[in-house]
């Protein structure tokens, strides 16, 4: 710890030496001014942390020498004024200059001694106390600078959906929105933050989500309905909102979040298929008859293609496509399903095949048993246990109607080639 340093700005000689014998002992270092000017000088030089001072001195005396340094509240070190003539004009004048402490001749040795004490160690409890605000203010500043950030990122968030999110207050005034939700209403997020339903949309729209608030308030439970609002396009759209409350930092009811979602090209198509739909079934009655008499001759051979896509080739374009996941062959995997997928789209979907009710991984066990394939070679192939093997060959078994039948699994699959 640094040498606390004291200076003493007075021009008689008898005064020094008795301050320099007052506080000799407390390992001070202890420095002398004869005159304003020369205090000034040391106070440059020497950054002392107690400053004793004379009022009247020749030269620049005592209210010249604290005109000069205005003394401030953090400055490192307090002023004592001593003086045998001060009279109360100059104790009041010394204050306002900003002196700490008034001491009048003849000094008491232990009043300066405990004085000096005393004012040194404010000091240095004023500078730690500066020290922990100044911390405290930097961890202040950087914990609002992060909650900004969290706040923006947040924001930035919620912009990034394209469906429009609110927020309410337990009293329906909106708290926050994304630009979606702006943008639906046809105004800026200003404009939205602190209003109610009933400020920035139509009275009818906003009595219907007022009715829907208060009772999930009530309820607490989430809630979804539909309803219609104009956009600013000027034309109709059909809303499903979804809402649900949302707790504050003490677990508490804090408010309600809300999402609409437009369903207006949903609905629109939901009419145009019904409408196609009967369209449809008054030609499909007519096509039936055709169909059936085009498909007879068909029948067992698309079947057979169908059954022989199913067991020999879908299920390895599966396991195929599993492994390759996220190279570029991947994509070519894909190409061959979706062409395989146009060759048998003109199929009948009602063929009879008897893999069509078998899973992909049971289409591929019975096919590698039909090759007569052990369980352990078969668990390799399909990177699978031989628990698992055991278990698709018990389903194959039951889905064919071989449980509890002195039947091997694999005549019975050679079978219906």
């Known amino acids: 710890m640094a040498v606390p340093k004291i200076l003493i700005i007075d021009d008689e000689p008898a005064l020094q030496k008795a301050m320099q014998k007052i506080l000799k002992y407390e390992n001070y270092d202890i420095a002398f001014a004869n005159n304003g000017l020369e205090g000034l000088a040391h106070l440059e030089r020497d950054k002392p942390d107690l400053i004793f001072l004379d009022l009247r001195m020749p030269g620049l005396d005592g209210f ?11 400055d490192p070190y307090h002023v004592v004024v001593i003086t045998g003539h001060g009279d109360d004009n100059e104790v009041q004048r010394s204050y306002e200059l900003g002196v700490n402490f008034f001491l009048r001749k003849p000094l008491s040795l232990i009043e300066v001694r405990c004085l000096a004490k005393r004012c040194l160690e404010m000091k240095v409890n004023e500078r730690e106390l500066q020290e922990h605000r100044n911390s405290l203010e930097k961890l202040v500043a950087a914990r609002t600078l992060a909650l900004i950030n969290q706040v923006r990122f947040q924001q930035n968030l919620i912009d990034s959906i394209p469906v429009p999110v609110y927020f309410l207050d337990n009293t329906l005034h909106y708290l926050g929105c994304n630009k979606a939700f702006a943008k639906s209403l046809g105004c800026t997020r200003e404009d939205i933050i602190g209003k109610t339903g009933n400020e920035i949309m139509a009275k009818d729209h906003a009595r219907i989500h ?3 608030d208060l009772e999930l308030l009530k309820t607490g439970e989430t809630i979804s309905y539909e309803v219609s609002a104009a956009y600013p396009d000027g034309k109709e759209h059909d809303l499903l909102v979804f809402k649900s409350l949302f707790s504050d930092i003490d677990g508490a009811i804090g408010g309600i979040i809300g999402t609409n979602l437009d ?11 019904e409408l196609h739909a009967a369209e449809l079934e008054n030609t499909n009655t007519a096509l039936r008859v055709l169909l059936k008499q085009v498909n007879e ?15 020999l080739v879908n299920p390895y374009l599966d396991l195929l496509e599993e ?16 062409n395989i997928k146009k060759i048998t789209s003109s199929f009948s979907l009602n063929l009879s095949s008897s893999y069509l009710g078998l899973s992909p991984r049971e ?5 590698l048993v039909r090759q007569g394939r052990a369980n352990k070679e078969a668990a390799r192939i399909l990177n699978i246990s031989i628990n698992a093997v055991e278990f698709h060959r018990n389903n194959l078994r039951k889905k064919l109607g071989l449980q509890n ?13």
């Open 323 to 338: 492994n390759l996941a996220h190279t570029p062959q991947q994509e070519y995997i894909k190409v061959i399903q979706e």
């Open 263 to 273: 369903i207006t090209e949903r609905n629109q198509a939901q009419v145009q298929a």
């Open 363 to 367: 289409i591929q066990v019975a096919d």
């Open 405 to 417: 039948k002195k039947i091997n699994l694999r005549t019975y699959l050679l079978s219906m080639q």
């Open 210 to 212: 007022q009715h829907q």
């Open 297 to 311: 001759n068909k029948t067992e051979m698309e079947s057979k293609v169908l059954d022989n896509f199913s067991r």
């Open 64 to 74: 010249g020498f604290l005109e000069k340094i205005h003394i401030k509240h953090y």
